[in-house]
């Protein structure tokens, strides 16, 4: 499907009308940059890099090196190809994140002569609505699957004219000039060809999670948490428990119930709450001797300490907003309660930088939590520069990956979790820094008929995992069906600990199994049925640590499902060993035997009654 890029437009721009286009072999060398004198004083420096074989990822930056400002710079495209099609092509990706039913489900389109398919960001966050920054391209032969790298307001489209594919990625918002010194980004990509798609996502995924995810500087394996997190349950509902001596319960409580190995403190612990407390960086007065207490006793239970932020946004009531207008931008609207952050802004970045580290420091601070919960975009157009939009957009952006950059830096240990409302800003430039542990605020929520979030977290998971290694959310109940629907390598659990009934032995069996479960987690995902909204089909999916070695499989039978037995095709077995296998259905009691791989590879699992679940653990003897 393509040859070496070195050798193709990669990228291109218009500069005072006139187009550009980047080539790296027509392009001056250093190293893995290459870079283009333009007129003016412009610099192009497109940074080329192959992670591994038939995997690359590219950025451009234009730099005015020269003594006065640019010639108008419109439509940069840091993605800007075009390859061979030879008979049917198709175009997959998924939808963002909304909330609800509809995230993450897979989207398919066919891409005949003449046909267009136009990818957008929603509201300036690059994961909201009906896109998702990553989609693949396929003629059944050969593949190709794309990452856009942007947080902010992207547009990918991919256009077919004959026996060519022109796919370009870019900003929404591009038509600025470049002063003196001064610099922008283009957005990110990723690609990686291979030949049937199922096999491409497979290799994409595993070089993310080795050399571009969070897990590459801990030789390649991370764990996520799996975490007491209550704060969804007793938030405006228990005012005791947003408190030193609550906190300090429930982590005794985590400590107690075992096999967490982090404890998470949301929005509970700043002046006034939330939300009109977003800027405050000030104790609750329940917190007289701030969070060091709390994070003391987690430590010392031999967990981490997970805390959550909000930076971004900030309330006009806030501490920040009164200190610091000169820190923040509105979007014109005078009933808009929230301000921007200006991560644009240099004296605004230092302040931030600064403060954010004592607060890390001075209070044990493990798993740094950052939320931002509303849309940037409005904020961006309003303060513009005239001539210069989407330049502020540019800056903003690099301000945050720099902010990230800056504090991992400072604590080479930090895990940082990206939440946006849920999962609504997860480009690839956000998952190389973070990992999202929330990622729809569908987890806000207990499963329910109006809200079947184990429906829900199954299509999630199946979604979500074609592209990205790492990712988690929230349960509220402890039976298995709920629990297993949800969980990934890590979980948040919404236990209702404060009730005096409840029973910590309830919760054991289910966190002994993702325990348990999560080192396999670390290996390739495989589909073994496609993700739908229908209540009366069979959902499974199997993780393999290494080539057919070890692995498991979960079964869901969903509460209409007919059906008490279904046949699937298991990858990666070894059809001429013999294996070991572990079932556990809903009562987690466990049935082991032998079976040749051959009988694994084509695996009938028997769930006896609706709404039930089936986990199938294997090893190669």
Not at 43 to 50: F, G, P, Q, V
Not at 394 to 406: H, M, T
Not at 556 to 577: I, K, M, N
Not at 587 to 595: E, H, N, R, V
């Amino acid at each position: 499907m393509m040859h070496d890029p070195k050798q193709l437009r990669l990228a291109s721009f218009s500069l005072g009308g006139e187009r550009v286009e980047l080539i790296p072999a027509r392009m001056r060398r250093s190293g893995d940059s290459y870079s283009l004198s333009l007129p003016g004083g412009l610099t192009a420096i497109l940074n080329l890099t192959s992670p591994a074989e038939d995997f690359w990822r590219w950025t451009v930056v234009l730099r005015n090196d020269g003594e006065a400002d640019t010639a108008q710079i419109t439509d940069l495209c840091g993605l800007d190809m075009t390859i061979p099609a030879d008979g049917a092509v198709s175009w997959e990706s998924l939808k963002g994140d909304v909330c609800g039913e509809q995230s993450f489900l897979p989207l398919r389109e066919e891409l005949t002569d003449g046909s267009l398919i136009r990818s957008e960001a929603s509201g300036g966050r690059s994961s909201q609505g009906d896109s998702f920054p990553y989609f693949d391209l396929t003629d059944g032969r050969r593949s190709a699957v794309f990452a856009v790298g942007w947080t902010g307001q992207w547009f990918a489209e991919c256009e077919r004219q004959g026996n060519e594919l022109r796919v370009r990625a870019g900003f929404s918002v591009c038509d600025f000039y470049l002063k003196p010194g001064e610099e922008a980004r283009s957005c990110g990509v990723l690609l990686c060809v291979g030949n049937r798609l199922g096999e491409t996502r497979q290799r994409f995924r595993r070089i993310v999670r080795e050399k571009l995810s969070p897990a590459s500087k801990t030789g390649g394996s991370l764990e996520i948490p799996l975490s007491l997190q209550v704060f969804d349950r007793y938030f405006r509902k228990d005012p005791g428990w947003a408190s030193e001596e609550g906190q300090l319960f429930c982590a005794d409580t985590a400590r107690q119930i075992g096999y967490f190995n982090t404890y998470w403190l949301d929005a509970a612990w700043f002046r006034d709450g939330f939300p009109s407390g977003v800027g405050n960086y000030a104790f609750e007065p329940t917190f007289p001797r701030g969070l060091s207490p709390v994070s003391d006793a987690v430590h010392e239970a031999g967990m981490k300490f997970m805390l959550w932020f909000e930076p971004e946004r900030v309330h006009v009531s806030s501490d920040t907003a009164r200190e610091h207008p000169e820190f923040l931008l509105s979007d014109g609207d005078p009933d808009n309660p929230n301000r921007l952050f200006n991560l644009a802004d240099g004296a605004a970045w230092n302040w931030l930088f600064r403060t954010l580290r004592r607060l890390i420091r001075d209070n044990g601070v493990d798993v740094y939590r950052q939320d931002f919960n509303m849309d940037p975009l409005p904020f961006w157009l309003h303060n513009d520069e005239p001539g210069r939009s989407g330049y502020l957009e540019n800056r903003y952006v690099a301000g945050l990956y720099r902010l990230w950059d800056a504090l991992l830096a400072e604590f080479p240990g930090l895990l940082i979790d990206n939440c946006s409302s849920g999962g609504r800003r997860l480009d690839f430039e956000m998952n190389l820094r973070s990992v999202p542990m929330w990622r729809s605020d569908t987890g806000c929520f207990p499963s329910s008929e109006e809200r079947p979030t184990a429906l829900y977290n199954q299509n999630q998971t199946l979604g979500l995992s074609r592209y990205l290694p790492y990712h988690a959310t929230a349960v509220w109940g402890a039976d298995p069906y709920t629990v297993r629907s949800a969980a990934t390598m890590g979980l948040a659990c919404n236990f209702d600990v404060l009730d005096p009934a409840f029973d910590p032995e309830s919760v054991r069996l289910p966190l002994m199994e993702i325990s348990a479960l999560r080192e396999l987690w670390d290996g390739d995902f495989y589909p073994l049925t496609q993700a739908s909204t229908e209540c009366d089909v069979w959902t499974a999916w199997q993780l393999d640590k290494g080539h057919g070695g070890d692995g498991f499989c979960a079964f869901f039978r969903r509460e209409e499902s007919p059906d008490d037995q279904v046949e699937f095709r298991l990858e990666a077995v070894d059809t001429g060993r013999m294996y070991q296998i572990t079932l556990r259905g809903e009562g987690y009691i466990k049935s082991a035997s032998m079976l040749h791989g051959r009988d694994l590879k084509r695996f009938a699992a028997g769930i006896p009654s609706p709404g039930g679940s089936l986990i199938l653990e294997y090893h190669l003897l």
